[in-house]
């Protein structure tokens, strides 16, 4: 079988861990700038990051309402942590010109977990992954509700001295889409990019 092309968002946050991620898979995983490097791909991953900086910098470089086409009309796309964002159909705590691709029929919080200093890892069970996935948060969105076409993948558990972020959503599926709020090209475990790149071999 053919490898897959997935791209992933080039234009801020951590591209180069996802490229190496999807390359160490076998993938043929290019950094995507422009509309015509975003043509040539079978899936997309928008990596963590500042998701306001992102949304502005995709659309000053012509990249907005294309990734927007390509998502609506099926094209599989992964997001981590401010990736998440970018793919939530509805953002609290947001900037007032806040803009999204979305995706995900769910409403998402920024920055749910606290600061930088808030960052913190855990063990999250994820559906379709047979192991424990470890798990990095670092300033990570949550997931608030999700729609009944939303499919939840990962809740986190005992997330830290804060009562209210136990039990919270932090990992979604609908349809080709797909988020998590932590970083799963933080480590060694694949296993997540490869749940992506299994997507967009369906396809």
């Known amino acids: ?86 793919l939530a159909d509805r953002v609290e705590d947001g900037t007032a010109d806040q803009e999204t691709l979305g995706g995900l029929d769910i409403t998402v919080r920024r920055n749910a977990f606290g600061r930088q200093v808030d960052s913190f890892e855990a063990t999250v069970d994820f559906v379709g992954v047979e192991a424990p996935v470890h798990a990095v948060f670092i300033r990570a969105p949550w997931v608030e509700s999700a729609g009944p076409a939303v499919e939840v993948l990962a809740r986190v558990r005992g997330a830290g001295a804060d009562p209210r972020a136990d039990g919270r959503i932090v990992a979604v599926r609908q349809g080709q889409v797909m988020a998590t709020s932590f970083h799963p090209e933080v480590g060694s475990d694949l296993s997540i990019h490869q749940s992506f790149v299994d997507l967009v071999l369906q396809q």
């Open 1 to 86: 079988m053919t490898a897959p092309t997935i791209g992933v968002f080039a234009l801020q946050g951590d591209v180069r861990e996802h490229l190496a991620a999807l390359h160490a898979l076998g993938v043929d995983a290019v950094g995507v700038r422009r509309p015509e490097e975003l043509e040539r791909c079978q899936g997309l991953v928008i990596p963590g990051g500042e998701s306001t900086t992102m949304f502005k910098l995709a659309r000053a470089f012509d990249l907005f309402e294309p990734l927007q086409k390509r998502i609506a009309d099926g094209m599989p796309a992964f997001g981590t942590c401010a990736g998440m964002i970018m």
